[in-house]
C-alpha cells in the first residue's frame, strides 16, 4: 500500500478520544455502532471531531470544501478525447441521459479493453471492494475487526479457488480476462492523481487489476448464491432437538402451489381437495430416501440420512458458533429474503407486438453503488452488439439482449454444497484423514497471511482432505467450540466450474447457439429464460450440479452433514446439461421462474432439497396465463405487483380465529374487522399486512420455543429453511394437534395470542386503522463508509434519497423486498423493436456522490417506472448526451 499526498484530515491519536457513536441517529441505532468499519474511520475523522470543538463552523466548512474538492475532482472524464495504451483503433463511447455508456470498437479486443476502463471510471472502488471481500483481504485496509470476516474466507478456500481456476483457465478465456484487467488498470492511472474518495479516507490505493481479481468478483457472486452449508448446520441442531414429525412439518420439499415451466399449464386456483399434509417433491425427496416414519395424516416424511449423528443428540455444531457464522458470512439479511429473483418469457400469442417480451429482475442485497453497471457493447460494424447489465470487475453483458436474442437469470438454488464428517487421527503435520476404501492419507495444509492494518499479520494454516481428486477444506475452525472434524465440498473447488467467459452467450443467434453456449457454463446454477426475433421462447437450466452417489442410480440429498466414509455421498460426475430441466416453445406461451421448483414429478436427479417459496412463481404464472396482448408496461406492472396471496390467506383465517376466540379484546376484534376486509395488496398505506407481518414474527416463537429447550430464542434462529412461509401456512391452516402448545385451548386461541403478541412487539397504534404497513417496512440503502457518521454524511453530502424510504411489497411478493434486499435491476427486452426494451437499475451508474448519474435512477426504481434502453445507431446517437473518443497511445 502507498500512502496519499498529506491532507488535512491525517489521522492522530485523537481518534482514541472522540468515538463517533452518538454521531449515529439512524433507525437501526445501536446496531451501527458495531460496524466493522467504524474503527478506521474513527482515525479519518476523529481530527475533525477535534477541530468541531474548537473552531466548529471552519472545521466544517474546510472538511465539507475538501469532501467536495476530492468528489468532483475524481469524476471521469466523459467528453473530448483521451489516449490510453492497449488500443489497436479509437473507441467512442457515447453516453444517454443516465450515464449508461455505449462502446464502439473497429476490434472485439479493443471493445473489452474499453469496457474495463469505462467500468472503472465509474465503479473503481467498488471493483476494488469486492475483489478485497472474495478474496479475504478488507483487514489490510479496513483494520482488525475485518479479520473474523477474511478468516472464515480463507478457511473457505474462496481465493485459492480463484487461484486453481485462473491456473487451469483455456487461454480464449484468459485473454479475455487479461484485456479487460489491461482497461481497468488503464483507468487506474489515469484517476491515481485524483482516485475515488473511498481510497482517500481509508488512505489506500488499489493495486493493478489482474484476471485473478475478474474471477474473484465472480466468485462473490457464486457464493452468494450458493452458499446453503450453515443451513445444513443449522438443521442438524434443529433435528437433535425435535422429533421427527415436527422436523417433517417445518421442512416441506415443494408444494402444491408449484408450477414447474415443464410442465403442462396448471389449475393453481385451488389445492387438491384431499390434502392433508405437506407434500414433499417427489422427484426431490422420495428418491431412495429411507424413512424412519412412514407418511400418515399426521405428519409428511421425516428425510433421514446415514450419518450416525443425523437427528440425534449425539454431537452438533453449537448454537452460540452458528449464530456467529451467520454474522460474519452475513448468511441471512432478511428473513424469508431469497437472493435469486424472477423471470419470465410470453410468446407472440399473448403479446400486443405479436413478438415475446421477455423480464427479468435479479433480487439482491442493495449496495452503494448497485450491484450491476449497464453497458451497451458494440464492435466490428455490428457482428457483436450486445446490451444489458454487467458485473463490475468481469467483461461482457450478464443479462440482457443482442441483435436477436434476449435472456434473463434467476437463481436455481441447487444444492452444490456438502459437508463430511471427517474420520481424523493425529495431530499437526502427522495427523491424517480416514476414506471410504478404509486407508489414511495425510492431511493437506495451506499458509494463509492475513495483513492486518497497524497489526501484525494474522497466520493460518488451513487444513483440507481430499474428495474426487479435489481439496475439501477442513471448516470446524469456523466453529470455537466444534470438536468434529468437518470438511466441506463446493463446486467452486473444481477449476472446471468455474466459466467466466459470456462471450458465447453474448454472441448467441439461436437457441440452438444459445443452449451450446450454456453447456459449458459452471455456476452458480441458474434457470435462464430465452426469447429470439424468430418469435421462440425457451428455458434451460444451467450451472453443474452434483449427482451424489452412482449416476445412474443417484443417492438422495442429504440436509444436513454426512459420514465422510459412506461412499453414497461421494460424488460420480454432474448432470448431463441436456438432461437438466428444459423447455421450448410451449403450448400456453408462457415460462416463468422465481426460484421455486422447477422439476416436474419423475425428474430422475435431485436438484434441491430447498426450493424457495412458491408465491411470487404462482402468482406470475397466474397473471400471465390469464392475459393476452400484453405489452412492456405490462411486464413492469407484474415486476411491481405487491399482491400476497400468503399474507391474505394467513389474514382471513387470523380474522376468523380471533372471531371464534374467547377474547374481549376490542382492539384484537379491529383487527379481525381490518383483516377480513384487506385485498391482499402489501400496500405502504394499509394496515393489514402490518397486523399480518406482526403475527407471523410472533407466532413462530410460541410454536417453536416449547420445544427447543433453556435457550429458545437462540436455536430459534436456526430455523431458515426457504419454504418456511409454505410450512407456516400448511400448519396455520391445517392446525395439526401437535403443535398446539398445552397452554391453549386450541389454534383459535393461539393466533388469537399472536396477533396480540404480535401488536405489542411492533408497538402497532391503539387505533389500528391509523397503522401504516410502510412505517416499519422501509428501503434503506447505505454506503459502506459514509453511513457510519452523520459528521462524514453532512460532509460528503449524502443524498436524502438514501434514507429510509416507505416500501410496499415483502418476501412472498413479485416484487420480493426486505429492508436493504430487493429486486437489483427490472429488465424488459421488446423482440418486436429492441429500442423498446427497458431497464432501470436501482440507484444509478456512478459510485460518486456528485456525480449526475449517482441516483438518478432511484426515483424510477423506487415509484415503479423505468427507461428505455437505447440500441440502434439511431437511437443511441438521438440519446447520447456525452462522447469521449478513446485513442491509442
Excluded at 460496524?35 to 477541530?51: C, Q
Excluded at 442438524?236 to 415443464?262: F, I, M, N, Q
Amino acid at each position: 500500500m502507498n500512502s496519499y499526498d498529506p491532507d488535512p484530515f491525517e489521522p492522530t491519536l485523537l481518534a482514541r478520544r472522540f468515538p463517533i457513536e452518538n454521531q449515529d441517529e439512524s433507525p437501526r441505532g445501536k446496531s451501527r455502532l458495531n460496524s466493522p468499519l467504524r474503527p478506521i474511520l474513527l482515525r479519518t475523522i476523529a481530527i475533525l471531531v477535534a477541530l468541531a470543538l474548537i473552531l466548529p463552523a471552519t472545521a466544517f466548512v474546510a472538511g465539507r470544501y475538501w469532501t467536495r474538492h476530492a468528489l468532483r475532482a475524481s469524476l471521469p472524464q466523459i467528453d473530448g478525447t483521451l489516449s490510453i495504451p492497449g488500443l489497436s483503433a479509437p473507441v467512442t463511447v457515447q453516453r444517454d441521459a443516465h450515464g449508461v455508456p455505449h462502446i464502439h470498437a473497429a476490434t472485439l479486443d479493443d471493445l473489452i479493453v474499453a469496457q474495463g476502463f469505462v467500468t472503472a471510471q465509474d465503479r473503481l472502488w467498488q471493483m476494488d471492494i469486492l475483489r478485497r471481500h472474495a478474496a479475504g483481504e478488507l483487514a489490510e485496509v479496513l483494520g482488525p475487526s475485518l479479520v473474523p470476516h477474511d478468516r472464515a474466507q480463507r478457511i473457505l478456500q474462496v481465493r485459492a479457488a480463484a487461484d486453481r481456476a485462473i491456473a487451469t483457465l483455456p487461454p480464449d478465456q484468459l485473454h479475455w480476462l487479461q484485456l479487460y484487467a489491461r482497461g481497468v488498470n488503464d483507468s487506474i492511472e489515469v484517476q491515481r492523481p485524483h482516485l475515488p474518495i473511498e481510497f482517500r479516507i481509508l488512505r489506500y490505493q488499489p493495486s493493478q487489476w489482474t484476471p485473478r481479481d475478474s474471477i474473484l468478483v465472480g466468485l462473490a457472486m457464486f457464493q452468494d448464491l450458493t452458499n446453503s452449508f450453515p443451513q445444513k448446520l443449522d438443521r442438524e441442531a434443529l433435528s437433535a432437538k425435535l422429533p421427527p414429525e415436527l422436523l417433517g412439518d417445518l421442512y416441506p420439499v415443494g408444494s402444491w402451489r408449484d408450477h414447474p415451466p415443464t410442465q403442462p399449464v396448471l389449475d393453481l386456483t385451488n389445492p387438491p381437495a384431499d390434502f392433508n399434509e405437506i407434500p414433499l417433491d417427489e422427484s426431490q425427496s422420495k428418491l431412495n430416501i429411507p424413512t424412519t416414519k412412514p407418511a400418515t395424516k399426521t405428519g409428511a416424511p421425516y428425510l433421514a440420512v446415514s450419518s450416525p449423528d443425523v437427528g440425534s443428540s449425539k454431537r452438533t455444531t453449537s448454537t452460540g458458533d452458528l449464530l456467529a457464522l451467520q454474522k460474519i458470512l452475513a448468511a441471512s439479511h432478511c428473513e424469508g429474503c431469497t437472493a435469486g429473483s424472477n423471470n419470465w418469457v410470453v410468446s407472440g400469442t399473448r403479446t400486443a407486438s405479436g413478438k415475446p417480451l421477455l423480464s427479468n429482475d435479479m433480487h439482491l442485497n442493495h449496495s452503494v453503488p448497485g450491484v450491476w453497471y449497464e453497458a451497451d457493447l458494440q464492435s466490428a460494424s455490428g457482428s457483436f452488439h450486445v446490451a444489458g447489465v454487467t458485473l463490475p470487475g468481469y467483461p461482457f453483458v450478464i443479462v440482457g439482449h443482442n441483435d436477436h436474442i434476449a435472456w434473463g437469470f434467476t437463481n436455481l438454488g441447487a444444492d452444490v454444497q456438502d459437508i463430511y464428517i471427517e474420520h481424523t487421527r493425529g495431530t499437526g503435520s502427522a495427523a491424517e484423514y480416514e476414506s471410504s476404501d478404509s486407508n489414511w492419507h495425510p492431511i493437506l495444509h495451506q499458509r494463509e497471511v492475513i495483513h492486518v492494518l497497524h497489526h501484525s499479520d494474522v497466520i493460518l494454516d488451513v487444513a483440507a482432505t481430499q474428495h474426487g481428486g479435489v481439496a475439501t477444506p477442513l471448516i470446524s475452525n469456523l466453529f470455537p467450540r466444534e470438536t468434529r472434524s468437518l470438511s466441506l465440498r463446493w463446486t467452486i473447488y473444481d477449476p472446471s466450474n468455474i466459466t467466466p467467459s459470456f462471450l458465447s452467450i453474448d454472441s448467441a443467434i439461436d437457441w440452438p447457439s444459445f443452449t451450446a453456449a450454456f453447456s459449458t457454463f459452471g455456476g452458480p446454477a441458474q434457470n435462464v429464460v430465452y426469447a429470439d426475433d424468430h418469435g421462440n421462447i425457451g428455458y434451460h437450466a444451467a450451472g453443474r450440479i452434483p449427482i451424489r452417489g452412482s449416476l445412474t442410480q443417484p443417492t438422495a440429498l442429504s440436509p444436513v452433514p454426512t459420514d465422510a466414509l459412506d461412499p453414497t455421498h461421494e460424488w460420480a460426475g454432474y448432470i448431463p446439461f441436456d438432461q437438466l430441466p428444459q423447455s421450448f416453445d410451449p403450448p400456453g406461451g408462457v415460462l416463468a421462474t422465481a426460484n421455486a421448483r422447477v422439476t416436474a414429478d419423475g425428474y430422475p436427479f435431485p436438484i434441491t432439497l430447498n426450493w424457495a417459496a412458491p408465491y411470487r412463481n404462482e402468482r406470475i404464472w397466474k397473471v400471465l396465463s390469464s392475459r393476452d396482448h400484453l405489452t412492456p408496461a405490462d411486464m413492469l406492472a407484474l415486476q411491481t405487483d405487491v399482491y400476497s396471496d400468503l399474507d391474505h390467506v394467513i389474514a382471513q383465517r387470523l380474522a376468523y380465529a380471533i372471531d371464534h376466540s374467547q377474547t374481549k379484546d376490542k382492539r384484537i376484534r379491529q383487527a379481525a374487522d381490518i383483516l377480513r376486509k384487506w385485498n391482499g395488496n402489501v400496500d405502504v398505506t394499509a394496515a393489514a399486512p402490518a397486523i399480518v407481518d406482526a403475527t407471523r414474527a410472533a407466532l413462530w416463537p410460541l410454536l417453536l420455543n416449547p420445544h427447543l429447550g433453556p435457550h429458545p430464542g437462540g436455536s430459534a434462529a436456526l430455523y431458515t429453511w426457504s419454504e418456511k412461509p409454505y410450512a407456516e401456512e400448511q400448519l396455520i391452516m391445517h392446525t395439526p394437534a401437535r403443535w398446539l402448545p398445552p397452554t391453549y385451548a386450541n389454534w383459535d386461541e393461539l393466533l388469537t395470542a399472536a396477533v396480540a403478541q404480535g401488536l405489542i412487539e411492533s408497538h402497532a397504534p391503539f387505533n389500528l386503522t391509523k397503522w401504516q404497513y410502510g412505517q416499519s417496512h422501509v428501503v434503506n440503502i447505505e454506503h459502506p463508509i459514509f453511513a457510519q457518521s452523520r459528521l462524514l454524511q453532512r460532509l460528503v453530502g449524502i443524498p436524502t434519497g438514501t434514507k429510509p424510504q416507505p416500501q410496499s411489497g415483502d418476501t412472498t411478493t413479485i416484487k420480493q423486498v426486505g429492508r436493504s434486499f430487493g429486486p437489483s435491476e427490472r429488465f424488459t427486452a421488446d423482440l418486436s423493436n429492441f429500442d423498446d426494451s427497458t431497464l432501470n437499475i436501482v440507484l444509478g451508474q456512478s459510485g460518486n456522490l456528485t456525480s449526475p448519474w449517482f441516483m438518478d435512477q432511484w426515483p424510477a426504481w423506487y415509484k415503479g417506472t423505468t427507461f428505455n434502453l437505447p440500441f440502434s445507431k439511431i437511437a443511441t446517437d438521438a440519446a447520447a448526451t456525452h462522447t469521449l473518443t478513446l485513442t491509442p497511445q
